[in-house]
């Protein structure tokens, strides 16, 4: 991770490209390489544009690459759920799906904490949920 203190939705999203990698993978694997370069971009998406934020220029450049992050990871869920309901794509894990419900809630409760005023900067950079 990039510090040593760690932060909650960089270590998830982090985690969670990771298994987008492994099933992207293993999508290759099965010559499905469409479906695998759509969703190892916007599985892979969600956590560089929460990284970024961090950095972000003021509060509304923040929750600017937050809603970024929003964005791609419903384009994500979609393609997960395409995956799933396929009988031509291998099952995506349920912990994919777990681990990226749990990340919206966590990106929504920071965009809408966040358009309120009511994080401050160190809640931003350790947010805990």
């Known amino acids: ?10 270590k998830k999203t982090f985690d969670f490209s990771l298994q987008i990698i492994e099933y992207c993978e293993q999508l290759r694997s099965l010559n499905k390489y469409e479906m695998a370069s759509q969703l190892f971009k916007s599985g892979t998406s969600i956590g560089a544009n929460t990284w970024e934020a961090q950095n972000g220029e003021s509060m509304a450049d923040f929750i600017h690459k937050f809603k970024i992050a ?3 990871a ?5 393609w ?4 799933k309901a396929s009988i031509q794509y291998p099952n995506p894990h349920e912990a994919i799906f777990s681990e990226l419900e749990s990340i919206i809630r966590i990106i929504t409760k920071i965009v809408g904490s966040s358009k309120k005023g009511k994080l401050t900067n160190y809640q931003i950079n350790n947010y805990v949920g």
């Open 80 to 83: 997960i759920e395409l995956c």
């Open 1 to 10: 991770m990039r510090n040593d203190r760690e932060n909650l939705i960089d």
């Open 70 to 72: 929003a964005k791609e």
């Open 74 to 78: 419903d384009e994500t869920l979609y």
